[in-house]
């Protein structure tokens, strides 16, 4: 069974500075998707970045890019320019795409609340 | 514009009573999910669904059932077996190119 294991509970980062999340994933499978979803405190989860696992080219989302290493199974998220409303929970997430496991469920990291500091 | 609705957005449910979570989406998507979220457990798989009338349990099911009567409609019931049900409950829907949509959860608090 895939895992997914966010080690940080908690973060905190200066207004207009860089902050990186931590994510690590186990699988066995080659092909599956990864993703990093916001949580703000209205709870309503929103899409920050998503990954293919056969794409080597890291995604980019405007301040949001993520440092994928497959043979790590490490995935983290790194903010750029960090901005008051930046502050959330963050939640990594793992989906397989490969045939009969691709049933489109998520597997969810335990979460990392970011604080922004003013 | 296209969505999903889950309601209601709070609900209080005594001990031994069944109450049932709304969820409606117009996304036309095939999949369905319920998700329970507890502080520091992050999001947990409670039933999906991939077709009408077709239901999985997922890794938490136990004290819930699910029915799938609508391509739009995926109602969760938590039973009175379900023993801790205080919790938020996301509900989600997905069409496989796009990606997940995520409804705007209801708080369960057992009163």
């Known amino acids: 069974a895939q895992t997914v294991t966010q080690s940080q509970p908690e973060m905190s980062v200066q207004e207009a500075e860089t902050v990186t999340l931590s994510c690590t994933y186990d699988?066995?499978?080659?092909?599956?998707?990864l993703f990093w979803y916001k949580q703000p405190p209205s709870r309503q989860m929103i899409l920050v970045i998503r990954?293919?696992?056969?794409?080597?080219q890291n995604a980019t989302e405007n301040r949001f890019s993520v440092n994928f290493q497959k043979a790590a199974k490490s995935f983290s998220l790194k903010i750029s320019d960090s901005q008051l409303g930046d502050a959330a929970m963050y939640f990594c997430?793992?989906?397989?795409?490969?045939?009969?496991?691709?049933?489109?469920?998520?597997?969810f990291g335990q979460g990392t609340t970011l604080q922004v500091k003013p | 514009d296209g969505g999903i609705t889950q309601s209601p957005k709070y609900l209080f449910r005594k001990e031994g009573q069944n109450v049932t979570l709304s969820c409606e989406q117009n996304?036309?998507?095939?999949?369905m999910y319920w998700y329970r979220q507890d502080p520091g457990q992050g999001l947990r798989l409670i039933y999906y669904?991939?077709?009408?009338?077709?239901?999985q349990k997922g890794d938490i099911a136990e004290g819930y059932s699910v029915s799938r009567e609508k391509k739009e409609s995926f109602p969760l019931t938590v039973t009175s077996a379900q023993k801790n049900p205080t919790a938020f409950y996301l509900c989600?829907?997905?069409?496989?190119?796009?990606?997940?949509?995520f409804g705007s959860g209801t708080r369960l608090t057992v009163v």
């Open positions: 989600a829907s997905s069409d496989r190119r796009r990606g997940y949509t």
């Open positions: 669904s991939q077709i009408v009338n077709d239901f």
């Open positions: 996304l036309n998507h095939d999949a």
């Open positions: 699988t066995s499978e080659s092909d599956y998707y």
């Open positions: 997430a793992y989906r397989s795409a490969m045939g009969s496991s691709n049933t489109g469920k998520l597997i």
């Open positions: 990954q293919e696992a056969y794409k080597q």
